[in-house]
């Protein structure tokens, strides 16, 4: 692993993480959708869709239609594979509208997919500051570090984000990966 890699996966293990459980509970308490996360969070309850299908509607609504339409824009490029006109539109989004999470976590996704490791991972640490229960930014940060070669703390960033929401395949998938994996390492 470089040393730049190095450096950026101890600032998210280091920053990131360990912040995580309190701002978690802080956050729950504020915006209305405890109870869907709760219902999202239990592997067993059967109307989770719905609940996964309330909080992510509920995440990309930025109170503005100029917003929503930034980040209806920028999706669709993601979606087209057009990476500059993606991170072109996320950019004048988080540049408008700082405080609104999924505007970071699509141009995280964005800057990801270009393998733009560093600003995903600095859009992340955004994302997770201002909703610290978004599995997918989680994931992606889990990603990153996979991709980082830091399996430990990508571990860590994949059960977080699995205990948020126990339906994701992928996650569940990567988390039974690197267990071996390490569990391998450790012969």
Not at 10 to 37: C, H, K, N, S, W
Not at 45 to 50: D, I, L, P, V
Not at 98 to 110: I, L, M, Q
Request: glycine share 6%.
């Amino acid at each position: 692993m470089s040393i730049n890699k190095c450096a950026v996966a101890a600032v998210l293990a280091g920053l990131i993480l360990p912040a995580l459980i309190a701002a978690q509970a802080a956050r729950a308490e504020t915006d209305g959708l405890e109870r869907y996360f709760t219902e999202l969070a239990d592997p067993d309850y059967a109307g989770w869709q719905r609940a996964q299908s309330d909080i992510e509607r509920a995440w990309s609504r930025s109170g503005s239609a100029a917003m929503d339409l930034l980040l209806k824009r920028g999706t669709a490029a993601l979606d087209e594979g057009d990476l500059p006109a993606a991170i072109t539109h996320l950019s004048a989004l988080t540049d408008h509208a700082p405080d609104f999470p999924e505007g970071w976590n699509a141009r995280a996704t964005a800057y990801f997919m270009a393998g733009q490791f560093g600003p995903s991972a600095a859009d992340i640490a955004r994302v997770l500051a201002l909703e610290p229960r978004h599995w997918g930014a989680l994931a992606g940060l889990g990603m990153i570090l996979s991709e980082m070669e830091d399996k430990p703390r990508a571990l860590a960033a994949f059960r977080a984000s699995f205990a948020l929401n126990p339906h994701q395949q992928d996650v569940k998938d990567a988390i039974e990966r690197l267990e071996k994996e390490l569990a391998g390492t450790a012969l």
